[in-house]
């Protein structure tokens, strides 16, 4: 069964710097799909940016930025300019190639302070 | 258009009653899917549907959890004979059925206490 471990339960930056959030997975499998989440308060989960395994290039969404490391099974998303509205919880999430659920990892809280 | 819609937005209930959990997906996603996620942790799948059909069962953690889809859109999750461990926020999502993975988009969930 594959895992995916976040090993930051909690951050906090300066509005405007650059924050890193890590991610690992565990998987036997070749193909397969990575995503970051966002969670605010609301609750309502957002997609933040999602990773093909087949493609080499990283994917990038204006400040959102991952670092894909297929061979290290790490996946780590890259806000740069942070802003307050970025504050919420971060959920990364696996999905096996044919498959249709998303496998979760415990989440990061991220706080951005003024 | 409007987003995915569940009901209620909080349910408290005492042990061993039955709860019903509403999901109204995306007009025109054929895929529904629903999640749990106890306190501080991430979200656990509990099943999903294609059409009508659950293709995949496997994340129900027990016999008292059942839920089924009609019309291709609702969707109810009931929990029945409820106990304190089933107090979660459970949510839904729903995505297009195509052949590379749908983006899943989630509602705001049901916060359930089960006193």
């Known amino acids: 069964a594959q895992t995916v471990t976040q090993s930051q339960p909690e951050m906090s930056v300066q509005e405007a710097e650059t924050v890193t959030l890590s991610c690992t997975y565990d998987?036997?499998?070749?193909?397969?799909?990575l995503f970051w989440y966002k969670q605010p308060p609301s609750r309502q989960m957002i997609l933040v940016i999602r990773q093909e395994a087949y493609k080499q290039q990283n994917a990038t969404e204006n400040r959102f930025s991952v670092n894909f490391q297929k061979a290290a099974k790490s996946f780590s998303l890259k806000i740069s300019d942070s802003q307050l509205g970025d504050t919420a919880m971060y959920f990364c999430?696996?999905?096996?190639?044919?498959?249709?659920?998303?496998?979760f990892g415990q989440g990061t809280r991220l706080t951005i302070n003024p | 258009g409007a987003g995915v819609s569940q009901s209620p937005s909080n349910k408290v209930t005492e042990k061993g009653k039955d709860v019903e959990l509403r999901c109204d997906p995306i007009s025109g996603h054929t895929a529904l899917y629903w999640y749990r996620q106890r306190l501080g942790q991430g979200l656990e799948f509990l099943i999903y549907?294609?059409?009508?059909?659950?293709?995949?069962k496997s994340g129900l953690p027990s016999d008292r959890f059942s839920a089924e889809r009609t019309g291709e859109s609702v969707s109810t999750l009931t929990i029945q004979r409820t106990q304190q461990e089933d107090s979660a926020v459970y949510l839904c999502a729903s995505s297009l059925w195509t052949d590379l993975p749908d983006t899943q988009y989630f509602g705001p969930g049901t916060r359930l206490t089960v006193l």
């Open positions: 549907f294609q059409g009508n059909s659950a293709p995949d």
């Open positions: 998987t036997s499998e070749s193909n397969y799909y």
């Open positions: 999430a696996f999905m096996s190639q044919g498959a249709q659920k998303l496998v």
